[in-house]
């Protein structure tokens, strides 16, 4: 299944606080189903980076409109020809 890069820009005003609490929720319900390999966020430049699993770019903006955050995002999504990290290799062996 192809992986895609989603950068995310948001902007906060009032309440957007009030919409973190059900947002993560929805974010580790993906994670757990393992539609959302990596996710972060910035406050200091306010932005937010994950790696999903999907079909299509098309798919993966339906995923990104069900947060209750999507009404601050201005989001690039870029489908990754390439994608590795340590958390995707064996661990070191050590011998004792």
Known sequence: MPKYQVTIQFEMDEEFMTFVPPHRVYINHLINKGTIDYYSVSMESMRSWMIINAESKLKVEK??????????????????????????????????
């Open 63 to 96: 995923l990104l409109e069900r947060s209750p955050l999507h009404k601050y995002w201005h989001f690039e999504i870029d489908e990754l020809f390439v994608f590795d990290s340590s958390s995707y290799r064996l661990p070191e062996l050590v011998l004792n």
